[in-house]
């Protein structure tokens, strides 16, 4: 016989709160995974429009407007006995004006200004190589300068009023008649990694600054890597657990989260100001960067050693190994996949510090590749600086152009880092 409830109604089913809490938990469970997505998705967002952005400004850069013009390289303009005394810049002027006949040879003469101001000077150290060209015509590809450069990639608007341009009506068309001609090109970019800085954009380059980045690298990785893997090698294998220990351990992982501008302060009064090195000099840079990559390669390292799992040290005790041949012989190898993959991240990471290198003088304006760690130069995260702030309109570009450039190198050493993390790490 079913129940009765006290109303004369049949008894209601007992409450199960145990169920009402499952759904609860999952549908916060739901919720949070769904946040998390979104983030993920903001943050792809976000760094596609940075990367988008930058290819979108930066692409132009990767090509350089040319014209091929005639020089009439004559014995009025240049001497045979003394040819590098000669007056190229007239040479460009003739020139121009050979190449617009039509045109008022004033006007023409002023046009030489389309031709960049490197032109007379390869043309120069052609002739002086090959004195013979003297009384001949001699044709050449040279890059245009910034305004006609703007002007062929589509970044001056020609429906833009003539006192709102860098160029008139009348040079545009002497443009557009040589581009007829079949005298103008865009190819690649070459001079952007071959060539050194200059106040020109269509002749800057990263040669210097990838120069300097090299040397001021691999001054860092000497100098860190065998100073912090014997600290840690000290710390974690050799030193006593006590209280001086435990001060040290903490002074290094505060130096790791120390700005880098702090590093920057302190080169600047030890190296520069207490032992008088040179200013702006990759090895000085280097150092710089070897103070702040130190702590960052001393913890990777502790955390490989601390890894290596303690049965491998018993077992080489135990046959009767010593201490110094059981880190040396066993757990130093198996550490060291994860010792290299924290080393290349903390390279990486010194590759794109700019603050330190700024302090001390590594921003100078150097026109010319450096021959040895103790010359003048810059590094690529300060020449990207110095570019930023060039009021030059075709610096934009390559500004954009040398951040592509910098993440290319930055990808392309934490690529490295997982392929040897990957490929050598051993799962205990």
Known sequence: MSEISAIGGPAAA??????????????????????????????FAMLATLV????????PAFTQTHLRIDFPVTEARVKSDKPEAGNYRALMQDAMVAALPDADPAA???????????????????????PALIGQVVTMTVPVADPYDQLAKGLVRRDTPEAERRLTDAEIAA?????????????????????????????????????????????????????????????????????????????????????????GLLALAVFLGWFGMPRSAPFVGGLTLALMTLPTIIIATRASLKAVPPSIREAAMGLGASRQQVVFGHVLPLAMPGILTGTIIGLAQALGETAPLLLIGMNAFITAA???????????????????????????????????????????????????????????
């Open 108 to 130: 023409a003469r002023k046009l030489a200004a389309m031709l960049s101001n490197s032109a007379q000077f390869a043309l120069r150290d052609r002739v002086v190589a090959d």
């Open 52 to 59: 988008g952005s930058l290819i979108i400004t930066g692409y």
């Open 175 to 263: 443009f557009d008649r040589l581009a007829a001609e079949g005298r103008v090109s865009r190819p690649l970019n070459t001079a952007l990694l071959s060539n050194a800085d200059s106040r020109f954009p269509e002749i800057a380059g990263l040669k210097g600054a990838l120069i300097g980045s090299f040397y001021a690298l691999m001054t860092c990785f000497v100098i860190s890597f065998p100073l912090a893997i014997g600290a840690a090698i000290y710390l974690e294998e050799f030193a006593p657990k006590n209280r001086l220990s435990d001060i040290i351990e903490i002074n290094i992982n505060n130096l790791a989260a120390v700005p880098s501008v702090v590093f």
């Open 370 to 428: 450096p021959a040895t760690p103790f010359d003048s130069a810059t590094a690529l995260p300060t020449q990207i600086f110095i570019w930023a702030d060039s009021p030059e309109r075709g610096f934009v570009s390559r500004t954009s152009a040398a951040i592509l450039v910098l993440l290319c190198f930055l990808m392309a050493m934490n690529a490295l880092a997982i392929f040897l993390r990957s490929k050598f790490e051993r799962k205990w």
């Open 14 to 43: 007992p409450r199960r709160p145990g169920i009402t809490n499952i759904a609860r938990r999952r549908r916060s469970e739901r919720v949070l995974q769904g946040l998390g997505l979104g983030a993920i998705l903001l943050a």
